[in-house]
């Protein structure tokens, strides 16, 4: 079986943020550190290259494959931010109505730039997955 290339790992997040080329991309992401932070009560840590992740849980499939991943997390996409948050629950539904300008594709939030969406339901939506999945996992 392959391994998993995302793996939590030591680089630094800041370091990781200070390489996005775009400005307003580059304090947007910071903010967003902060608003999981906050809404996640954990640091942010690198998965991978490009993955900020907070919180980790362990999955086994039923077909044997296992491994490690971040509860929740975000990366600077080239198109635009990416958070790793769908958790398909009801109020998710509500909450993606209030939000503001967004892409929801599989369990991935797609945004812009901040100023594009509601920060107080979007950390909302931050705590309510890491909340579910903490139940979930441990």
């Not at 793996?7 to 990781?16: I, L, R, Y």
């Not at 907070?54 to 491994?67: I, V």
């Not at 600077?76 to 929801?104: C, D, W």
């Amino acid at each position: 079986m392959a391994e998993l290339k995302t793996k939590e790992n030591k680089a630094s997040v800041k370091d990781f943020l200070n390489t996005i080329e775009n400005e307003q991309k580059r304090a947007d992401c910071f903010e967003v550190l902060k608003i999981m932070e906050d809404a996640t009560g954990q640091k942010g840590h690198m998965w991978g290259g490009a993955i900020v992740g907070f919180g980790r849980y362990h999955y086994k499939y039923d077909s044997g494959h296992e491994g490690d991943s971040c509860k929740v997390g975000f990366s600077p996409r080239k198109a635009n931010i990416t958070f790793y948050i769908m958790m398909g629950s009801k109020t998710e539904a509500e909450q993606l109505k209030k939000l503001g300008k967004h892409k929801v594709s599989g369990s991935c939030l797609h945004i812009n730039k901040l100023a594009d969406v509601d920060k107080a339901i979007l950390k909302k939506m931050v705590k309510d997955a890491y909340d579910a999945m903490t139940k979930q996992y441990g």
